[in-house]
């Protein structure tokens, strides 16, 4: 072997992707093959795909070893990217071939490239001009030389395709095959950039300075919404261009993708790259190999973008940093934030995390000085911060069953009045949380898990949001049999939507909930027609704290502020007062300015006080205070670990077996609580009992946990998960 390159019949060690916990030898392919190489290897009787690790270990009869199938025509993984996975499996605790798999998650990467039809400029005039075939023409001109495929072409000159069909059969337009899998047309840095204001002038000037540096660092940019984080981003993006270098956007919510890629066109000239769940197979396969061969300059994506193979990635930005979304929750779990922080270490790139309302992470990091701040205080243009009260409803006369308080019916009505927008924010979907019988007392649970089954009128169903069960709603109790008896307790979206009707006839009333949408379009559709003017009244869920854009909402009104404070979560508060900060900054972004009012049984709550005031440094300093004082996150560490089982007592037997043998946790003076049973202590039909380890911020807990959890065997269908830094405990 030389310079990284293997000859043919060198040993080389083959990292696969299948639940292997050791890297395996084979003897380098015809040809040889590179250090990183993607290959194809066979193993027992089947093929499966690997990446060539390093040299063989050779402790293997070297007669006995077998060859590499073939070496597959895509980049080789880069040292940076191996380094990253080896890294990443070891924060996280998971076996390498499962961050493999999260590596080579793109379809048919050892095909060859297959070929497809493009649409270029012909030498022959047409028989006849339309004004179809005119902006046909137009649009190639315009783009003199690039190839288009019949849709891009049709979409762009929009007009349907047998217009281009026609031009090819004048010879006006050549059609012909080109490799599907295509470099991404250039982004133009220098193309639309805004006129920035001081503030944001300056923290474009910090970031620029920090891509400038070709170092690592990270950022904490926060601003209210509205204030140009993304245009200050979008600065930080270009300088990544103009440096030759590549950059990533993590966007929480694929249904925000549409609006920011227009955003980049408008900035840049061309669409950038997209990866997430909704793409096609084919342009992620084409996004994938791209990007290892730096033919893609910027991808905007999901979490899952993090783990694509960057040649040479300078930026990383991780809009609406604080957003839960980022933590996977199953499989691998890792947080995206953290990770992203990991990858752009390794590669000497920059990270930009954006919130109007930062993780306690985050704040905590830029206040011990690991990561640099930069604070945009303003909104841009006329839009100022809403004002916000709170709405004492042990003030308010209302009927039981009814949730919107005279004093926000009043100012809901004075909205309507001027044509202006109001949302109702309530974070529960479906109709009611818990359907009771009158006579008996009993509530209707799921019968895998231990939840009630939410009622859903809209499908006419009760549903577990645990496991998604559903179920016709039964006219008699299933406990005991009484006929018409069952009633609804509590609100959800839909039964705020029947109030809001019977108070606003005349008003037009839409319900903004991710499950009464069938498709991510309609979603699209619906949100697009809310910015346009087409609702007086908005009820939605925490799907609207989510960055949209309602130019003529004016008025947020918040149902049930005091319903995340009840959790046991240590997360409650912060996430209360980040929901509700976000929630409130949807009301007045255009010149009309905003009110967001609380509706809330406690006024006097800290958290409540604090959002209300607008005092954000005041809400952190004191919740850091507490989490420091507990020795819990970010100020000690943590790691949970769910034990699941189709029978209850096999995984409390596991539990107290695994609190009672600590040692390799007591000798880094980490602490075991539990085994208890889980928040949820059913799902799916399979038990749930949860321990939790709380260690120093210093100690080496990784290692401590893998050699603890080393010791058990898992009988049956025991399953054990190990959950770094948990974000929810359910
Ligand atoms: P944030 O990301 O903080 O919510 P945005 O960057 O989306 O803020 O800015 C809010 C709105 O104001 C956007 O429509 C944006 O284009 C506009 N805007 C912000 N800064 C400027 C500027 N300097 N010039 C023109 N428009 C701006
Ligand atoms: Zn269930």
């Known amino acids: 072997m030389s310079d990284g390159f293997f000859d043919e019949g060198d040993l080389v060690g083959v990292m696969t ?37 390093g040299k063989g270990r050779g402790d293997f009869d070297r007669s006995k070893i077998r060859s590499v199938i073939r070496v597959l025509d895509v980049a080789p993984m880069a040292p940076d990217m191996r380094d990253f996975l080896e890294r990443a499996a070891t924060y996280t605790l998971t076996p390498m071939p499962a961050m493999l798999r999260l590596a080579t998650r793109a379809p048919g990467l050892g095909d060859a490239p297959s070929m497809r039809k ?90 620029r300075a920090g891509i400038a540096s070709g170092r690592y660092g990270t950022t904490l940019l926060k601003g209210v919404t509205g204030s140009g984080k993304t245009e200050v981003y979008l600065e930080a993006v270009a300088e990544t261009l103009r440096a030759g270098r590549q950059a ?19 900035r ?11 793409v096609t197979m084919t342009e992620r396969r084409r996004c994938w190999k791209m990007v290892g061969q730096g033919a893609c300059q910027v991808v905007v994506g999901a979490r899952s973008a993090l783990f694509l193979p960057f040649r040479d990635l300078g930026l990383i930005v991780v809009d609406e940093e604080h957003d839960t979304s980022y933590k996977q929750e199953d499989g691998v779990l890792y947080n995206a934030r953290d990770m992203a922080v990991l990858r752009a270490s390794l590669t000497g790139g920059q990270v930009v995390l954006a ?14 000085g690991k990561y640099a701040r930069l604070d945009l205080t303003d909104r841009f243009g006329a839009a100022v911060m809403p004002d916000m009260a709170a709405i004492d409803m042990r003030l308010e006369d209302l009927p039981g069953g009814k949730w919107i308080s005279p004093s926000l019916k009043r100012e809901v009505d004075a909205r309507i009045a001027r044509g202006e927008q109001a949302l109702l924010f309530l974070n529960r979907r479906g109709y009611a949380p818990v359907t009771i019988c009158r006579a008996c007392g009993h ?19 009760l549903m577990c949001h645990q496991c998604g069960e559903t179920r016709p709603m039964p006219s008699v109790c299933p406990s005991c049999e009484a006929e018409d008896r069952l009633a609804p307790v509590g609100p959800g979206v839909e039964r705020l939507e029947e109030e809001a009707r019977a108070l606003w006839p005349d008003a037009r009333v839409v319900v903004l909930s991710s499950d009464l949408f069938g498709s991510a379009r309609a979603l699209k559709e619906a949100i697009e027609g809310i910015a346009s003017g087409d609702a007086d009244i908005i009820i939605g869920t925490q799907l609207v704290a989510k960055g949209h854009n309602f130019p003529k909402l004016t008025l947020v009104g918040v149902i049930d502020a005091d319903l995340g404070l009840q959790g046991s979560d240590l997360r409650a508060a912060e996430r209360t007062f980040q929901l509700l900060r976000q929630v409130a900054g949807r009301a007045g972004r255009a010149e009309v300015p905003g009110v967001a009012l609380l509706q809330t049984f406690q006024p006097e709550h800290p958290v409540i006080r604090a959002i209300l005031g607008g005092d954000e440094e005041a809400f952190w300093t004191a919740e850091a205070a507490e989490r420091e004082a507990a020795g819990v996150p970010p100020y000690g560490r943590m790691a ?43 799902i799916r039909g399979r038990h749930r009992v949860r321990l939790l380890v709380k260690a120093d911020k210093a100690a080496p807990l990784q290692q401590a946990l893998a050699q603890w959890a080393d010791q058990f065997r898992l009988k049956g269908d025991l399953r054990m998960a190990i959950d770094i830094d948990p974000q929810s405990f359910y």
């Open 640 to 682: 949970g670990i769910i034990l699941s089982s189709p029978e209850a007592q096999a995984v409390f037997d596991l539990g107290a077996e695994m609190a009672r043998n600590d040692a390799p946790l007591r000798r880094i003076g980490a602490q075991v609580f539990g085994p208890a049973p889980a928040p949820i202590a059913r």
């Open 355 to 368: 919130s109007a309302t930062p993780s306690l992470e985050s704040w905590a990091n830029a206040e011990a």
């Open 268 to 278: 840049f000239g061309m669409k950038p790259a997209e990866w997430h769940s909704g």
């Open 118 to 207: 493009v649409y270029r400029p012909g030498d022959a005039a047409p028989d006849r001009m339309t004004t179809a075939r005119e902006k046909v023409l137009g649009v190639l001109r315009d783009y003199g030389g690039l190839a288009f495929t019949l849709g891009e072409l049709a979409e762009m000159a929009g007009v349907s395709g047998s217009v281009v069909k026609g031009l090819v059969k004048q010879g006006t337009v050549r059609e012909e095959d080109a490799p599907r899998d295509t470099p991404y047309p250039r982004l133009d840095p220098d193309h639309g950039g805004k006129t920035l204001t001081e503030a944001q002038e300056r923290a474009a000037a910090a970031l």
């Open 443 to 461: 509530q209707i649970g799921c019968d895998h898990c231990d939840a009630t089954m939410v009622e859903h009128r809209f499908l006419k169903r």
């Open 17 to 53: 992707t299948q639940p292997l916990d050791r890297v395996l030898d084979y003897k380098a392919p015809e040809g040889g093959c590179w250090h990183g190489a993607f290959v194809e290897v066979p193993l027992g009787p089947r093929k499966v795909l690997g990446v060539v690790w």
């Open 248 to 266: 990533l956007v993590l966007l929480p919510e694929i249904a925000l993708t549409e609006q920011f890629l227009t955003r980049i066109e408008a």
